[in-house]
């Protein structure tokens, strides 16, 4: 099974030369799927979701996106306030929270911003109880997705969390969640959930992925996505930056699964 991950395309704010190149990288590929963890616009504008779109379709893979704080208008306050999702649903042309089950890979995208937040993002109690029902039967790989971040890359301290991240990370053990997904940090990062959660009971994945295509770098690195390939038990999760022209893969991780989840095996960095 082999994914690929993209956060934060941001577009409204996006580097051309840079969104046709992640295009070409990752139409070559043989991908079942591409998970797209929000902040797909700058300000939920129609021509922002067009966009954003058109280049997921162009992919020529099947997707699936959730929304990001940048995909709720901010400034059309009576839509924000009464119809928050709209825009993001009318310009994806899907739900805004999904729930996906082939071929061995089950996904649930949970909608973290709230119209009550400017910037952060918050599950709350019915997200956390659909955590608890959404997975079930038999799966190789068992995803949550969101757009805000459930541990905090170390190139970016003082950052919140989403809120409720403790009640929805025990509900995620408890349903045999291998990985989460999300962004909005604009850095790349992966954790072992249960070092950074202790008590959690379930060694779980997370990662986190730079902007894809978009001027909005942070921490001096520069835009990424993430390939995910599980192999029997074993995960390989790549990330591929934008280096010199082109997206190359500057580090890799493998995860190991075991009886209490994923523990990392080995992980190489590129310079
Ligand atoms: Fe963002």
């Given at each position: 099974m082999r994914l690929a991950h993209l956060t934060d395309l941001h577009f409204g704010a996006e580097v051309p030369e840079v969104v046709a190149a992640l295009r070409d990288d990752l139409a070559g590929r043989d991908l079942d799927h591409v998970l797209v963890s929000g902040?797909?616009?700058?300000?939920?504008?129609a021509g922002q979701f067009r966009a954003a779109r058109e280049l997921l379709e162009s992919i020529g893979h099947p997707w699936t996106s959730v929304p990001g704080?940048?995909?709720?208008?901010?400034?059309r306050v009576l839509t924000r306030a009464f119809r928050p999702l709209s825009a993001y649903r009318k310009g994806v042309?899907?739900?805004?929270e999904p729930e996906l089950g082939s071929g061995g890979l089950q996904v649930l995208g949970l909608?973290?911003?709230?119209?009550?937040l400017s910037r952060n993002g918050r599950i709350d109690a019915a997200q956390v109880a659909r955590i608890g029902t959404a997975f079930t039967g038999p799966a190789g790989l068992r995803v949550l997705m969101l757009h805000h971040p459930v541990f905090r890359p170390a190139q970016r301290p003082g950052q919140p969390l989403v809120r409720g991240a403790e009640q929805a990370l025990r509900a995620a053990a408890r349903a045999g969640v291998d990985v989460i997904l999300c962004g909005h940090d604009h850095v790349q990062a992966q954790a072992d959930l249960a070092l950074t959660w202790p008590g959690l009971g379930r060694h779980m994945i997370a990662v986190a992925s730079g902007?894809?295509?978009?001027?909005?770098?942070?921490?001096g690195e520069s835009q990424s996505y993430t390939l995910l390939e599980l192999t029997g038990d074993t995960l390989s999760v790549h990330v591929r930056h934008w280096n010199d022209g082109r997206f190359e893969t500057l580090s890799e991780t493998t995860w190991q699964r075991g009886a209490d989840g994923w523990l990392p095996a080995r992980a190489a960095c590129r310079s």
């Open positions: 902040d797909l616009t700058m300000r939920a504008r704080n940048h995909d709720l208008p901010l400034f042309g899907r739900r805004a909608s973290s911003p709230k119209r009550y902007t894809a295509c978009s001027r909005r770098t942070r921490a």
